[in-house]
């Protein structure tokens, strides 16, 4: 709906202001969406689908396999993803992620195929996020980093973890 501009002039300083603001603000909907979108989309972990295949990828790097367990919706898990692990996957950590309540398939270590909730019940987990550490024969080789950290010594914390998993393997 568009303001006749012989309208303008009549509407009060405080209205006119209003409705300059909700203008603008209508204007950069579409440009925010498509900015949280983006965030969103930086923010991914892969799914895990096949943690032999993807446990040999890391170990043949000489790097412990990372899983992410995190539940949809999680704030924390979002920010664990945004700030930290989304970037160390993008520079070539193995990382992938397990969804807790999810029933989409995946090859257990044993190769027996399960879901992301049982795994996540075989695995004890109760809170998200919770990252894993794996290394041969799907044996976990540092400790768990379970819920959320302050951010400042989240980075350390996890840090830590890979090198004693380096180390373990």
Request: charged share 20%; net charge positive; with cysteine.
């Amino acid at each position: 709906m568009a303001i006749h501009s012989s309208l303008f002039p009549l509407l009060t300083p405080r209205r006119r202001e209003w409705l300059l603001w909700v203008g603008a603000s209508l204007t950069a909907l579409p440009v925010m969406a498509q900015v949280q979108a983006s965030r969103s989309a930086a923010a991914t972990l892969p799914a895990a689908q096949s943690l032999p295949d993807e446990l040999a990828r890391a170990l043949k790097n000489k790097q412990p396999l990372i899983v992410m367990v995190s539940l949809d919706g999680c704030v924390f898990c979002r920010q664990a993803r945004q700030s930290h692990l989304s970037p160390m996957q993008k520079a070539g950590t193995p990382i992938v992620q397990v969804d807790m309540r999810n029933n989409q398939p995946v090859l257990d270590f044993a190769g027996k195929l399960t879901t992301h909730d049982e795994l996540t019940r075989q695995w004890k987990v109760s809170i998200t996020p919770t990252l894993l550490f794996f290394g041969p024969g799907g044996k976990e080789v540092a400790e768990r980093m379970e819920g959320a950290y302050l951010p400042d010594f989240y980075g350390p914390y996890l840090e830590e973890r890979m090198a004693r998993g380096r180390r373990a393997l």
